[in-house]
């Protein structure tokens, strides 16, 4: 038997075929709608899935205004930052994040669910999230997918 007829393939840079998917964020629920995007974004769900490559596809979120939270969460869940001064510490809850810019709940959440290292912080850069039904990337011509029929 030829034990070379049967190597695992990895994928790389160039054998990664990356698509443009949209995503209607309208009526989703927060979390799950970050977990299944950000399974999308690392490639998790390619039977050619390699951890240390970047294969997963682009994602474009629209509507990101009307996300949900389920519970008390828009006025329980906290984001910490800090100013790097002593006494620095800041927080704001769900609904106040949300005022400032409804992409960046979504955004915040997606990071927060990639890798922590550099890989994370280029495959962050395949997301767009978008407030209203209008997004910038027509020309891509991004194919339509639906959260709710994945697994």
């Known amino acids: 038997m030829n034990t070379l007829s049967y190597k695992t393939i990895s994928a790389n840079k160039a054998t ?7 995503v209607d964020a309208e009526g989703q629920t927060l979390g799950r709608l970050a977990s299944k995007v950000a399974t999308l974004l690392r490639g998790k769900h390619k039977p050619n899935y390699t951890p240390h ?10 509507n990101a205004e009307k996300i949900n939270l389920t519970g008390n969460k828009w006025e329980a ?13 800041r927080e704001l809850n769900a609904r106040e994040l949300f005022a400032k810019g409804p992409a960046r709940l979504i955004e915040k959440s997606v990071k927060g669910m990639l890798p922590k290292n550099r890989l994370g912080a280029e495959l962050f850069r395949n997301l767009k999230v978008y ?4 997004h910038k990337q027509e020309a891509q011509q991004p194919t339509v997918i639906n959260l709710n029929e994945l697994k």
């Not at 869940?77 to 510490?89: A, D, E, L, N, S």
């Open 77 to 89: 869940k906290k984001y910490i930052r800090h100013t790097g001064y002593p006494g620095g510490q």
């Open 16 to 22: 990664a075929d990356k698509k443009w998917l949209l």
């Open 53 to 62: 490559v970047d294969c997963g596809d682009n994602v474009v979120i629209i």
């Open 131 to 134: 407030a209203g039904a209008e």
